[in-house]
């Protein structure tokens, strides 16, 4: 590992941890989505240290430019009630969350502490969209497309929670309760 | 210095870390998914530093790929069912979601 890549792998990680330290602690959603676009802009640059370059513009793309600009979307359209005030009684449960991943977490990072490997002579067309295309659509050609049916599935499933109702249904929904009520208010007479 | 494939294992499991303490510790359901897509992240730096460290093929950011094309399908649900909510409560807080205790 040259000096160049230590320097940019140091640089792309305080950045991601300090950007994901602001998505969790900010009380603004707004603030804590951009933070996550720190992280994420952080991470492509992490992956061109591991060679992967082709992930490292599909995460560009898709993360910042997809994910997180639907974030930002629908922080848009909820307004001032995006950002919500913690309610009483539940500053137990938080700190003892908190304290029980901070030592799971410890626990986990600190055995990876001293993990020595040998970083193997790469082949030529390793992370690049030549080799990483070629395996894409010969050995893992199945899960592709079925990964293309799922996000079909997923954007038609999105539209059908988040729509309102239309005019037409409204006002059906209306008639009916108003029949109904002439039907309640019928007996009593 | 020599960074191995410690360092990145490290790092990424710090920064899942984060991703889940923010979930748990937070109750605004935005920021829950923002604390969701740092775990998914955070995983496909493993992916792909294992995928380096083996570089006869490329299964590790194959698998980082679809993970990143599911994340996304996850995130328009999940914003979808979150309007939803708020439609209902008028709130995103998630203590406030209970329409199914009882």
Same mark, same amino acid.
């Given at each position: 590992?040259?000096?160049?890549?230590?320097? =940019?792998?140091?640089?792309?990680?305080?950045? $991601?941890?300090?950007?994901?330290? @602001?998505?969790?602690?900010?009380?603004?959603?707004?603030?804590?989505?951009?933070? #996550?676009?720190?992280?994420?802009?952080?991470?492509?640059? #992490?992956?061109?240290?591991?060679?992967?370059? #082709? =992930?490292?513009?599909?995460?560009?793309?898709?993360?910042? @430019? %997809?994910?997180?600009? =639907?974030?930002?979307?629908?922080?848009? #359209?909820? @307004?001032?009630?995006?950002?919500?005030?913690?309610?009483?009684?539940?500053?137990?449960?938080?700190?003892?969350?908190?304290?029980?991943?901070?030592?799971?977490?410890?626990?986990?990072?600190?055995?990876?502490?001293?993990?020595?490997?040998?970083?193997?002579? =790469?082949?030529?067309?390793?992370?690049?969209?030549?080799?990483? @295309?070629?395996?894409?659509?010969?050995?893992?050609?199945?899960?592709?497309?079925?990964?293309?049916?799922?996000?079909?599935?997923?954007?038609?499933?999105?539209?059908?929670?988040?729509?309102?109702?239309?005019?037409?249904?409204?006002?059906?929904?209306?008639?009916?309760? $108003?029949?109904? %009520?002439?039907?309640?208010?019928?007996?009593?007479? | *210095? &020599?960074? +191995?494939?410690?360092?990145?294992?490290?790092?990424?499991? !710090?920064?899942?870390?984060? +991703?889940?303490? +923010?979930?748990?510790?937070?109750?605004?359901?935005?920021?829950?998914? *923002?604390?969701? &897509?740092?775990?998914?992240?955070?995983?496909?730096? !493993?992916?792909?530093?294992?995928?380096?460290?083996?570089?006869?093929?490329?299964? +590790?950011?194959?698998?980082?790929?679809?993970?990143? /094309?599911?994340?996304? /399908? &996850?995130?328009?649900?999940?914003?979808?069912?979150?309007?939803?909510?708020?439609?209902?409560?008028?709130?995103?807080?998630?203590?406030?979601?209970?329409?199914?205790?009882?």
């Amino acid at each position: 590992m040259t000096d160049a890549k230590f320097i =940019l792998f140091v640089f792309t990680t305080i950045l $991601a941890l300090a950007g994901a330290l @602001g998505t969790i602690a900010s009380g603004r959603p707004l603030r804590a989505a951009m933070s #996550l676009l720190v992280t994420i802009i952080s991470l492509a640059g #992490l992956y061109l240290t591991l060679h992967a370059e #082709l =992930l490292a513009a599909i995460q560009v793309l898709v993360y910042a @430019g %997809a994910i997180v600009v =639907l974030f930002v979307f629908v922080i848009m #359209l909820l @307004g001032p009630s995006a950002t919500t005030e913690s309610s009483p009684g539940t500053l137990m449960v938080r700190m003892l969350s908190l304290v029980g991943m901070g030592m799971f977490t410890s626990t986990i990072a600190f055995s990876f502490v001293g993990v020595a490997s040998e970083w193997i002579v =790469l082949p030529e067309t390793f992370g690049t969209v030549e080799g990483v @295309g070629l395996e894409l659509y010969t050995k893992a050609l199945v899960p592709f497309e079925i990964v293309s049916f799922t996000l079909t599935t997923a954007v038609v499933g999105a539209v059908a929670i988040a729509r309102t109702k239309t005019a037409r249904e409204l006002a059906a929904a209306k008639e009916r309760s $108003a029949s109904e %009520a002439a039907a309640v208010a019928q007996p009593a007479e | *210095m &020599e960074l +191995g494939l410690g360092a990145y294992l490290l790092f990424a499991s !710090v920064l899942f870390g984060i +991703g889940a303490t +923010g979930f748990l510790v937070r109750r605004n359901a935005l920021i829950q998914l *923002m604390s969701i &897509e740092l775990m998914l992240n955070s995983v496909n730096v !493993v992916l792909v530093a294992a995928n380096r460290f083996h570089p006869d093929n490329h299964a +590790g950011q194959i698998f980082a790929f679809f993970v990143i /094309a599911i994340a996304a /399908a &996850e995130a328009a649900v999940g914003l979808a069912i979150l309007i939803a909510l708020y439609r209902l409560n008028k709130t995103v807080e998630t203590d406030k979601a209970s329409l199914l205790k009882h």
